[in-house]
């Protein structure tokens, strides 16, 4: 798989009238009524336009917001924010670097031990790749966040 994360043409015709609204236009899905507000299941989540590694399941937490919240990106660079004065309000607005995708918001009422952050993500803008399809769809680099490490007791003595 390519690390090339810009958006296509192609790809944002493929995507759905939500995934759009969502992506390119900074919409907002449903609370509660979305794919991946209550998944549990070990992988990393992409950006549905282009592919980039964005968040893990090992940084998902139930939030009770109805949406699929995250304490950091799975890598820094791969998430930029900027200042969002919609709504009469101000937030943190977070996109993708690669595709420049509207993601969803970071608050600052997340996990304190995890730093404090929410990264409030909308489903549409995300695809989940499962744990062990990691290395099939060409993300192999991330399995080993979900492969038990062992120890070898002689090198720990030694």
Same mark, same amino acid.
């Given at each position: 798989m390519s690390n090339d994360y810009r958006k296509t043409s192609e790809a944002v015709s493929d995507l759905t009238h939500l995934q759009y609204e969502v992506t390119?236009?900074?919409g907002t899905e449903p609370p509660f009524r979305n794919a991946y507000w209550n998944t549990h299941d070990d992988g990393i989540y992409v950006d549905v336009v282009s592919g980039q590694p964005l968040f893990s399941s090992i940084d998902k937490f139930d939030s009770g917001t109805g949406w699929?919240? $995250?304490? %950091?990106p799975?890598?820094?660079?791969?998430?930029t924010t900027r200042t969002?004065? %919609?709504? $009469?309000?101000?937030?943190?607005?977070a996109r993708s670097t690669g595709? *420049?995708?509207?993601? &969803?918001h970071? $608050? *600052? *009422?997340?996990?304190?031990d995890a730093g404090g952050l929410r990264y409030c993500m909308n489903s549409a803008a995300l695809r989940f790749v499962p744990a062990d399809r990691l290395e099939e769809e060409g993300y &192999?680099?991330?399995?080993?966040l979900f492969t038990p490490h062992t120890t070898d007791n002689a090198e720990e003595q030694s």
């Open positions: 390119q236009e900074d699929p919240s $995250f304490t %950091k799975i890598d820094e660079s791969a998430v969002d004065r %919609k709504l $009469f309000m101000t937030r943190t607005e595709a *420049d995708s509207h993601l &969803g970071v $608050f *600052d *009422d997340g996990p304190r &192999g680099r991330y399995s080993t």
